[in-house]
């Protein structure tokens, strides 16, 4: 009887820390590094990478079809919004900075957003339905780039008044998950050599490490009224030293994980309440605590994952064209 009671400690153990979790490439090869994804539901996935390249499937990702958008081969298109199999978004980061829009499954983009100023970088999108949403970019003369949306993207409006950022602060573009956009509620995080937290037109220090242009918060994501942010040092992938915060966003307090990813972390994501995973260069972590403890579940480095909108399925995606389903 004892060594059945243990047997079932043992197993149940393994299932809460999730030692259970299972991650399974469903494509790959592809000549792209990977750092925008969107889940639309359990079947419609989008992908975005570098050399103008998107996948999609519409099959719960047993399969993708790529394309490369035609004159954007040489271009990195570090995020992507879709709505369903027909609609999807992306940025074109930098020389000259673009948004283009396909509404026909991607057989046609029409750009509809593009800036030439010297410095234009863009970094990430949110939307908070099929109609508003909101891009962020590197700041000029040190003030935030954001523009808006109204109508799903056909037309973008650049914000007057945005946050003036320090010298040496600015955004990373490793995973389009560094802004959240909902109603009455704006965040995004910045890094470099400084670390804040932008909520509502107010700014908050992290601590997060910063100092380098290699640290800093590169993700964040929220749950009702939590928020877990990670970063580190993309330089140093293994150091997890100050690189998740967790954030009670009615209080604004900060609190750092008892145990921390295992590693620099470009992308978290809240499963549900209590599951979140954040995967990074060197591999990917799991908490089944908010956040509190972080356990590494995979070696396999990612740079993005996302949960489905409209479902309960969770995907990575990163270098070589890269993209995993993570079993639950």
Not at 139 to 167: H, M, Q, R, V, Y
Not at 171 to 194: D, E, P, Q, R, T
Not at 230 to 249: E, H, I, Q
Not at 275 to 286: E, H, K, P
Request: with cysteine.
């Amino acid at each position: 009887m004892k060594n059945f009671k243990l047997f079932f400690f043992i197993i149940l153990s393994s299932f809460q820390f999730g030692l259970a979790q299972k991650i399974e490439i469903v494509s790959s090869g592809t000549k792209t590094s990977i750092r925008g994804l969107c889940v639309v539901n359990n079947k419609i996935i989008w992908a975005s990478g570098s050399n103008g390249m998107v996948a999609k499937s519409t099959n719960g990702g047993n399969s993708f079809s790529w394309m490369q958008v035609p004159n954007f081969g040489k271009r990195d298109f570090r995020d992507i919004e879709a709505f369903d199999s027909n609609t999807a978004i992306i940025i074109a980061i930098a020389d000259p900075a673009q948004i283009l829009k396909t509404t026909d499954g991607g057989k046609n983009w029409k750009i509809v957003f593009s800036d030439s100023t010297k410095g234009m970088f863009l970094d990430a999108m949110n939307f908070r339905d099929n109609k508003n949403g909101i891009v962020i970019g590197d700041p000029i003369n040190n003030k935030t780039f954001i523009a808006t949306t109204k109508d799903g993207g056909n037309s973008w409006t650049k914000k007057d008044s945005t946050p003036s950022l320090a010298e040496g602060e600015a955004f990373f573009a490793s995973s389009g998950s560094n802004v959240v956009y909902k109603k009455k509620m704006m965040l995004f995080v910045s890094g470099g050599k400084k670390s804040n937290l932008y909520h509502n037109k107010k700014k908050y220090e992290l601590p997060i490490v910063q100092g380098l242009e290699s640290t800093g918060a590169n993700s964040i994501d929220v749950y009702k009224s939590k928020a877990v942010i990670v970063g580190g040092d993309f330089s140093k992938d293994s150091n997890a030293t100050n690189n998740c915060v967790l954030v009670d966003l009615k209080k604004m307090v900060f609190t750092q994980p008892k145990t921390s990813p295992t590693g620099y972390r470009s992308s978290v994501v809240y499963i549900n309440q209590n599951i979140a995973i954040a995967c990074g260069l060197n591999g990917v972590d799991i908490s089944n605590d908010a956040g509190l403890n972080w356990q590494k579940i995979s070696n396999d480095g990612f740079h993005v994952a996302k949960k489905s909108k409209k479902g309960k399925t969770v995907f990575l995606a990163g270098s070589k064209g890269r993209i995993a389903k993570m079993i639950l």
